[in-house]
DNA sequence: TCGTATATACCGAGTATTAGGTATTTTTTT
DNA sequence: AAAAAAATACCTAATACTCGGTATATACGA
């Protein structure tokens, strides 16, 4: 039988991590060796522990997964790290790629995937899921008529807050729907009314809570 | 022995779904007996199993975890339903209590907690967790040198950061720290152009996606 | 068909943000 | 002590947002 697997584990959502490690403990060539909420708790097992592959969270407070990644690969430069995270940006997989990091999957993958990259990092391979920007527009047909009488908005206000929500001005959203100025900004006034919100922002923070960018 | 409690979990996080699945699962008095990615699933999972406790994740697409919630209880006033949730704001918790649902918990709590507040809800108890608005300051203390480094950002820049995080204006801003609203505007001009966005909303996006709000 | 909801468009006055600067003081580092 | 970095303050002009309205055409349901 080969030799298994050495992993810890970075996260600050402790269900996530608990029920992480579980799974991944369940799998026969895989061994969870330690686990830390955060950034320091993770360079302080590293002084005891030396795992295989490091699984790590960005967005953690204390101390953020970049940066934790960053000081672990100086430290450690052979330790591969495969990133977790909830949000993808064009730029970020290329900002992985540079500190040295392995591998980059979103938080919404399936077990099986991490499985796989898991056992590809270990062997030396790397893995970064692309973002989808083009495909999942968010369109019309994912948001249910219950979403807009929950908030109490029309079709044609998510169309715009969408477009607020992905930050663009008043005229550039009057440019693309072809319509006056005039109508975003009431569509605008009449949204921050109803959502309860002070202001635009109330908006952009809305659109961000309920994945409508 | 008593008989276990039934549980379904509804998360579209499928990795944290899995996870939280297996934690449930060996805990010898819960059985999970369905999971589910969405509000949909979810419903049409109910057509056929019944169980005393659902686990449901707010901010979910498809069908948001909190519609999908409310036609859950029109249908099984019975059911006991436990929201969990990573964004957690003052009003929230009045609008869960209002819709019939038994608890909320966020995301970060330990598995502890969660199993307990399981069983509380199973007995015809409620739990809210309170948000802690005033704990957890996200003061200096928690912002590592290494982030500021990173972004190439200033202890002062990010103070300011934060407070544009929380919504304020420049002149709310200036009248907080007492400096002239000028020098806020040269703040979050340079962090603009440090950050390289577009504008003040980058900046919103990126304090929310860095925890600085 | 009649009302209501929706989408549209407009006005004015005030406030906020943005993109160019420049420039001084204070703090920190070498 | 000198140099560099950080924080401070100011200017102008353009653009954007906000809040108080009003008003019309169109679509949709009872």
Do not use: W
Not at 13 to 18: P, T, V
Not at 157 to 172: A, D, H, R, Y
Not at 190 to 199: A, E, F, S, T
């Amino acid at each position: 039988m080969e030799p298994k697997i050495k992993i810890i584990v970075v996260d600050d959502h402790k269900l996530f991590l608990e029920g992480l490690c579980v799974l991944l403990s369940k799998q026969k060539n895989f061994e969870v060796i330690g686990k830390a909420s955060n950034g320091k708790e993770a360079l302080h097992l590293l002084n005891s522990f030396q795992p295989d592959v490091l699984i790590m969270d960005l967005n953690m407070p204390i101390m953020d997964g970049q940066i934790a990644s960053e000081k672990v690969i100086n430290l450690y430069p052979f330790l591969k790290i495969l990133v977790l995270s909830m949000y993808n940006t064009v730029t970020l997989n290329a900002d992985l790629k540079k500190l040295g990091i392995k591998g980059y999957l979103p938080k919404d993958t399936d077990s099986e995937l991490l499985f796989s990259v898991i056992n590809d990092i270990y062997d030396g391979k790397t893995y970064f899921k692309q973002p989808l920007e083009p495909c999942l527009p968010k369109n019309e047909f994912t948001l249910s008529d219950g979403f807009l009488k929950k908030h109490n908005l029309t079709h044609r206000e998510v169309e715009i807050l969408k477009l607020i929500g992905n930050n663009f001005s008043s005229s550039q959203i009057a440019t693309k729907l072809y319509i006056s100025i005039f109508t975003v900004d009431t569509h605008r006034k009449n949204m921050i009314q109803k959502l309860n919100v002070d202001n635009k922002n109330g908006l952009l923070n809305f659109a961000k809570e309920n994945n409508l960018s």
